[in-house]
């Protein structure tokens, strides 16, 4: 790829916030192999990290440790000689809204005082745009009352409430919606804002491939009932719960409840999200957008089919119920990012959910 389809030259350095994290480390291997060099915030050291990319890349990224963004001078430190910026870090924390939204704020403010930094990019969320729950009963919610649009100017109060909530699941709140409203108000540089969707599809965990083959092995072969495990932290010795990472799937309890739910979902894969956080910052079409990562809508019949093709001797996969009422969730503006992905990557299109749960289970029966 030439520099001339990048709005930030080839070697030049972009901080990336949260680099340990299951998304993130898939942003840094996608600015590095652009040919940029990354500064990447962790909490604690994580040798891992920094082991890897040089393994891979050489001495091109550097690891830094920021606790937290309140401190002006850290904040300074780390952005000095940076080019550009993908803020990725959130907290699920009790009361965490002004956190979130003082840490972006404090980090946009501070960007905005370097005369080098030219692009920010924000990762949000989907939260941000609407919070669809399951009926309390746990009945099927018919087709008629889930259909739900979104369109570019989509906001939704209820995830900002849901996150003052105790009784909210930390995966559930929209922690990252008002930081994202903040920082629209008044950046003086390019900014753009990627929206994941909530189901983050496996390929590869960064650092941990061997570990988390493992880990999917045994729950294709674990009789045992389990939960849904999400994965943010991609340090092999530890794994964190979180919201986005869709990581490894118990095929028993958890899955024949979601299947009973059926709610309408959309799914993306963590390669994907991540070439679209590096359209953000470098493709030169992209200014001032909301960029929507939503691949394909699905529901767990879908995944579960899936999974009896990829693995039909797998008896630990359950049945697909005969009854398979769809919801709907219109994301009007996926195109434009498709289109990104298109024209930037040269790419066909996104990456199918067949595609990407077959990686993520590659080595498991």
Same mark, same amino acid.
């Given at each position: ?25 898939h ?15 962790i ?16 001495d ?9 963004f309140?401190n ?9 000689g ?12 009790p009361?965490?809204i002004p &956190? ?29 745009l ?24 989509? &906001? ?10 105790p ?18 108000? &008044? ?22 491939i ?7 092995? =045994? ?40 299947l009973?739910i059926?709610?309408?979902? &959309? ?19 992209a ?27 797998n ?8 009854? =398979? ?38 080595g498991?029966?």
């Open positions: 790829m030439s520099n001339s389809k990048h709005a930030l030259p080839k070697g030049s350095r972009v901080l990336v916030t949260g680099a340990n994290g299951y998304i993130a480390s942003v840094v291997d996608q600015l590095l192999s652009h040919g940029y060099l990354v500064r990447g915030t909490r604690a050291p994580k040798p891992w990290l920094s082991e890897y990319f040089a393994q891979k890349y050489g091109v990224f550097e690891a830094v440790i920021v606790t937290c309140e002006r001078d850290d904040i300074n430190r780390v952005l000095d940076v080019d550009g910026i993908i803020h990725l870090i959130s907290a699920a924390l009361a965490a &956190w979130v939204v003082k840490a972006t704020t404090n980090i946009l403010e501070s960007a905005a005082g370097m005369p080098s930094i030219k692009r920010v990019v924000l990762v949000s969320s989907s939260n941000g609407s919070m669809l729950t399951p009926n309390p009963n746990g009945e099927v919610l018919h087709e008629s009352k889930l259909i739900l649009t979104f369109m570019i100017d989509s &906001w939704s109060d209820e995830a900002v409430k849901a996150a003052w909530d009784n909210t699941p930390d995966e559930s709140k929209g922690f990252k919606t008002e930081a994202e409203r903040e920082a629209w108000t &008044w950046p003086e540089y390019t900014f753009n804002t990627v929206l994941p969707c909530m189901t983050v599809i496996l390929c590869k965990i960064i650092g941990a061997t570990r988390s083959a493992d880990q999917l092995h =045994n729950m294709l072969e674990d009789p045992s009932p389990g939960d849904l495990r999400f994965h943010d932290g991609v340090d092999p010795q530890t794994i964190e719960r979180r919201s986005h990472g869709f990581v490894v799937i118990n095929l028993n309890a958890t899955v024949r409840a979601l009973k059926n709610l309408a979902e &959309w799914y993306v894969d963590v390669e994907d999200l991540a070439r679209l956080c590096a359209v953000g910052l470098s493709d030169p079409s200014q001032s957008e909301r960029i929507f990562a939503f691949a394909q809508q699905m529901n767990w019949f879908d995944a579960v089919s899936l999974l009896q093709q990829l693995r039909p001797k008896t630990l996969i359950p049945d697909v119920p005969e009854e =398979n009422i769809r919801g709907r969730r219109d994301v009007l503006p996926r195109g434009r990012a498709e289109e990104l992905l298109r024209t930037f990557y040269g790419l066909p299109g996104w990456t199918s959910i067949r595609d990407s749960l077959e990686k993520g289970i590659e498991c029966e």
